[in-house]
């Protein structure tokens, strides 16, 4: 959190923490003024309590507000007298420097600086920032932090508010008039259980949420839909809960045909998921459901110089990759752990997700084929027990491989190895092909709920309630 309590306009229960002399002053502001009506239900009834940071482009901030806005000065408990209209707020030594469109300094401030609606209903009233990544128009308040050389801009609002923006940018608004309105309600409640999570869990600093896919991608008011509206709207306040507390409802696009654990993509596990089957999301379609949407299969050609490049932006040095090997899988088919051997002797094991995001590809349930690139193989296969290392001199730094289903067991390096399997010392075709292919299937890391599964579920007459059990399974829906 940048800043004191003070600059913490609402605490995470929805509280207003600032003092009610503060709230007082606001008051008496306004009737001195008699500018503005005043609403005896201004500190009450409203539940602004999500903070979202939005992505800016630029160290300033261009904002627009109308009537319904004023500029309060949080450090100093002041109202700016600035008027609707448009603004360029921008960080200058320290402090928050208001200009005009002429460039004309209008104020200065120490900040933290609130846009604050003068009129409940809170969420109703809407700003406009020009230079925002995703938006242009947000709904609530914002407050604007000095953070740095720049600024944070944070969009303070209540959570059904932010989920109306939420739902359409991570789930098309239109399968809704298409029989897959159970499936966004599903998404719905997912969306709002994964906000009341994070709200909790301060994975960022100075808001609970930020605007990209690392939390859930939220676009203000403009990305809002009739259809994802009345999803938000039927399930609201209900969220997912697991031993009376609110689970981490993690989703994604698609499993590929298999849902996954947790700890198998990451390290963490959870009692509220499952590794099984998902015939809804399959792409082979084995239910043979009409209409069915599929995500298609995917497939990727590296070559060995990208891979290798692909690898050392990512700090990973082992020279130009001479050969990877799926070293272990989970029983989904996902990929536990890969072995790539580099041209200067270095072996490097990456596991699960750090695989995937190493490789750059779009899941962690993929094939990899052409994958010896050349004449570094060499497979070992005799009776097992412990070999001296003489026998085998040609074999350092090899592969010892299975003769029966070449999976990789472990590189030979030191005075002693172990060789696995029961046949003869051979070795398997070598392949001079200058590209791997990987081929896979889904979309995202496979937890939780998928987004293709619910939208076929729905399609097949699920309901939401069936839908987030088949895919949170134990976790119960209640209204928070
Ligand atoms: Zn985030």
Same mark, same amino acid.
């Given at each position: 959190?940048?800043?004191?309590?003070?600059?913490?306009?609402?605490?995470?229960?929805?509280?207003?923490?600032?003092?009610?002399?503060?709230?007082?002053?606001?008051?008496?502001?306004?009737?001195?003024?008699?500018?503005?009506?005043?609403?005896?239900?201004?500190?009450?009834?409203?539940?602004?309590?999500?903070?979202?940071?939005?992505?800016? +482009?630029?160290?300033?901030?261009?904002?627009?507000?109308?009537?319904?806005?004023?500029?309060?000065?949080?450090?100093?408990?002041?109202?700016?007298?600035?008027?609707?209209?448009?603004?360029?707020?921008?960080?200058?030594?320290?402090?928050?420097?208001?200009?005009?469109?002429?460039?004309?300094?209008?104020?200065?401030?120490?900040?933290?600086?609130?846009?604050?609606?003068?009129?409940?209903?809170?969420?109703?009233?809407?700003?406009?920032?020009?230079?925002?990544?995703?938006?242009?128009?947000?709904?609530?308040?914002?407050?604007?932090?000095?953070?740095?050389?720049?600024?944070?801009?944070?969009?303070?609002?209540?959570?059904?508010?932010?989920?109306?923006?939420?739902?359409?940018?991570?789930?098309?608004?239109?399968?809704?008039?298409?029989?897959?309105?159970?499936?966004?309600?599903?998404?719905?409640?997912?969306?709002?259980?994964?906000?009341?999570?994070?709200?909790?869990?301060?994975?960022?600093?100075?808001?609970?949420?930020?605007?990209?896919?690392?939390?859930?991608?939220?676009?203000?008011?403009?990305?809002?839909?009739?259809?994802?509206?009345?999803?938000?709207?039927?399930?609201?306040?209900?969220?997912?809960?697991?031993?009376?507390?609110?689970?981490?409802?993690?989703?994604?696009?698609?499993?590929?045909?298999?849902?996954?654990?947790?700890?198998?993509?990451?390290?963490?596990?959870?009692?509220?998921?499952?590794?099984?089957?998902?015939?809804?999301?399959?792409?082979?379609?084995?239910?043979?459901?009409?209409?069915?949407?599929?995500?298609?299969?995917?497939?990727?050609?590296?070559?060995?110089?990208?891979?290798?490049?692909?690898?050392?932006?990512?700090?990973?040095? +082992?020279?130009?990759?001479?050969?990877?090997? +799926?070293?272990?899988?989970?029983?989904?088919?996902?990929?536990?752990?890969?072995?790539?051997?580099?041209?200067?002797?270095?072996?490097?094991?990456?596991?699960?997700?750090?695989?995937?995001?190493?490789?750059?590809?779009?899941?962690?349930?993929?094939?990899?084929?052409?994958?010896?690139?050349?004449?570094?193989?060499?497979?070992?296969?005799?009776?097992?027990?412990?070999?001296?290392?003489?026998?085998?001199?040609?074999?350092?730094?090899?592969?010892?491989?299975?003769?029966?289903?070449?999976?990789?067991?472990?590189?030979?390096?030191?005075?002693?190895?172990?060789?696995?399997?029961?046949?003869?010392?051979?070795?398997?075709?070598?392949?001079?092909?200058?590209?791997?292919?990987?081929?896979?299937?889904?979309?995202?890391?496979? +937890?939780?709920?998928?987004?293709?599964?619910?939208?076929?579920?729905?399609?097949?007459?699920?309901?939401?309630?069936?839908?987030?059990?088949?895919?949170?399974?134990?976790?119960?829906?209640?209204?928070?």
């Amino acid at each position: 959190m940048v800043g004191t309590k003070r600059s913490n306009w609402c605490d995470r229960k929805g509280r207003n923490v600032y003092s009610v002399w503060m709230v007082l002053l606001f008051l008496m502001f306004v009737c001195l003024l008699q500018l503005l009506p005043v609403h005896s239900s201004f500190s009450a009834g409203y539940n602004a309590d999500l903070r979202v940071g939005i992505s800016i +482009i630029g160290d300033h901030l261009e904002l627009s507000f109308g009537d319904e806005y004023c500029l309060f000065d949080v450090v100093s408990g002041e109202f700016l007298p600035l008027n609707a209209g448009r603004y360029k707020i921008l960080p200058v030594k320290s402090r928050i420097e208001i200009c005009d469109l002429r460039g004309e300094n209008r104020a200065s401030v120490e900040g933290p600086l609130f846009l604050q609606p003068v009129e409940l209903p809170f969420a109703d009233s809407s700003f406009q920032l020009h230079n925002a990544l995703y938006g242009l128009e947000y709904r609530g308040a914002l407050e604007i932090i000095p953070e740095g050389k720049g600024l944070l801009a944070v969009n303070v609002l209540d959570l059904e508010s932010y989920l109306l923006s939420v739902l359409p940018a991570e789930m098309p608004a239109f399968w809704g008039n298409d029989g897959g309105m159970e499936a966004l309600k599903a998404q719905a409640i997912a969306a709002r259980t994964f906000a009341h999570f994070n709200r909790e869990a301060r994975r960022h600093s100075g808001y609970h949420l930020c605007d990209q896919e690392h939390c859930q991608v939220y676009k203000g008011k403009g990305a809002e839909n009739p259809c994802t509206d009345r999803a938000v709207r039927e399930t609201s306040g209900k969220v997912l809960t697991y031993g009376g507390r609110i689970i981490e409802a993690f989703y994604h696009a698609s499993n590929g045909g298999f849902t996954e654990l947790s700890q198998n993509v990451w390290q963490k596990s959870s009692p509220y998921l499952a590794s099984v089957p998902d015939p809804y999301d399959d792409p082979d379609n084995p239910l043979g459901l009409p209409g069915f949407m599929r995500c298609s299969p995917w497939k990727v050609t590296l070559s060995r110089q990208i891979l290798s490049a692909r690898l050392a932006e990512k700090g990973y040095n +082992i020279g130009e990759v001479e050969r990877i090997d +799926i070293v272990s899988s989970f029983a989904s088919g996902r990929v536990e752990e890969i072995a790539l051997q580099g041209k200067s002797g270095k072996t490097l094991f990456l596991t699960k997700e750090d695989a995937r995001v190493a490789l750059g590809l779009e899941s962690q349930l993929y094939s990899i084929s052409g994958s010896t690139w050349g004449a570094q193989l060499c497979a070992v296969s005799a009776k097992s027990g412990a070999e001296k290392k003489e026998n085998f001199s040609d074999l350092e730094g090899k592969w010892v491989v299975n003769g029966h289903n070449n999976q990789m067991k472990s590189v030979l390096h030191g005075s002693k190895f172990f060789v696995h399997g029961d046949k003869e010392k051979g070795s398997i075709p070598r392949t001079s092909s200058a590209s791997l292919v990987f081929e896979g299937r889904g979309r995202g890391h496979g +937890i939780g709920m998928s987004q293709y599964g619910a939208y076929n579920r729905s399609r097949a007459g699920h309901t939401c309630r069936e839908i987030l059990s088949f895919y949170y399974p134990g976790a119960e829906i209640v209204v928070r």
